[in-house]
């Protein structure tokens, strides 16, 4: 409606010189028609003519003061465009589609379905209800129906048959039960070889380097096994298998130690360190941290290196499989925002061969 008294508006002011100076008025609008036209030209000299509305209104309110006759020499348009334009202009106005396309349920948010189908990826056994109910519990109330339709939509199908725990996730389910044992040779300044036995949770990813000797015997192994035993304490309870290679000087007495607790031991297969992957690997991250850089003297300056860096591995060193935290943390570290008002202090390790960083408090 204010389109079409703006239209009425101007064309009684256009049509007011031509009551006046009837002769002027159409050699006025031709010109103001022509230059509109190099108006329109010039903006549009890269590519093909494109009328605006203003354009288009410009030009309809001037075709009336124009002379029929004069039409073809004048104007850039016919009068069949100018009639489909107004015919546009009438059936917008009554074109109701966008209104109705804004009726009904509103959509789902984007988040709320990302929300939804990170739960369906994460917990392949639950269903569109028990999603439901997890949503319904973190303050997200939505139908059943529509998270089968988020779904449905998102091509994932009915739990329990989704899919089944890929070899990932079954080994992460099973690492929290798991503790292995490996022995590792260290070799002293003067060329004499020690060794001492390792064990390492999977879960937790907790190191314990039990001792140190030149003589590893059966009845030394069993030793350190009743000290890991007694270590652990109550922890013995959450674990349920010992893997370790077919070493000879693990024997009964050895795996009678763990069985005692429930525990029971599995064997790797012979010549397979792949079998034992993740304590041959923290073996591994011992001496390309600490004992390649460190001279070692004795059995006793052995021990202290031994310990120092077993402290280091748990108290502080981050691990991937656990988001960046070392084995003895159980919250999430805090982020840090302000770095200019925090001081930070090194904590040298080994005499340096290791740092350790913290904030002051």
């Not at 190099?38 to 009328?51: A, H, I, S």
């Not at 600490?290 to 502080?316: F, T």
């Amino acid at each position: 409606m204010i389109v079409s008294l703006l239209y009425r508006a101007t064309r009684a002011v256009l049509s007011l010189p031509e009551v006046l100076l009837r002769r002027d008025t159409a050699k006025d609008a031709e010109l103001l028609v022509l230059r509109h036209e190099n108006t329109v030209l010039r903006r549009q000299l890269k590519g093909p003519v494109r009328y605006e509305p203003a354009d288009r209104f410009w030009l309809a309110a001037l075709s009336s003061l124009i002379p029929r006759r004069r039409w073809a020499d004048v104007f850039p348009i016919t009068p069949g465009t100018l009639l489909a334009w107004h015919r546009r202009l009438i059936a917008k106005k009554w074109d109701h589609s966008a209104r109705r396309a804004r009726t009904g349920r509103p959509p789902t948010p984007a988040a709320l379905r990302k929300l939804v189908l990170r739960l369906a990826d994460e917990n392949p056994r639950w269903g569109h209800r028990r999603i439901q109910g997890e949503l319904a519990r973190l303050g997200h109330p939505i139908a059943s129906s529509t998270v089968w339709q988020i779904l449905s939509a998102a091509g994932v199908g009915p739990a329990p048959r989704r899919s089944g725990p890929t070899w990932r996730e079954f080994l992460i389910a099973q690492a929290q039960g798991i503790i292995a044992a490996d022995f590792l040779h260290v070799d002293t300044a003067l060329g004499r070889r020690l060794y001492a036995l390792a064990f390492l949770e999977h879960g937790s990813r907790r190191l314990h380097i039990t001792g140190v000797t030149a003589h590893p015997t059966r009845e030394w192994a069993v030793q350190q096994a009743r000290n890991l035993a007694a270590d652990l304490g109550e922890r013995m309870e959450s674990l349920r298998f010992l893997l370790r290679d077919r070493d000879t000087k693990y024997d009964q007495c050895f795996d009678a130690v763990f069985e005692a607790e429930d525990v029971d031991v599995l064997l790797s297969a012979p010549r397979a360190p792949r079998m034992n992957a993740h304590c041959e690997r923290v073996i591994g991250t011992i001496r390309r941290e600490a004992l390649d850089h460190v001279l070692i003297m004795n059995e006793a300056h052995a021990r202290q290196v031994l310990a120092a860096y077993q402290n280091h591995y748990n108290g502080h060193r981050p691990h991937q499989s656990r988001d960046q935290r070392p084995p003895d943390a159980q919250e999430q570290i805090a982020a840090v925002h302000d770095l200019n008002d925090r001081r930070l202090l090194r904590t040298r390790v080994l005499g340096g061969a290791i740092n350790e960083y913290r904030y002051a408090a």
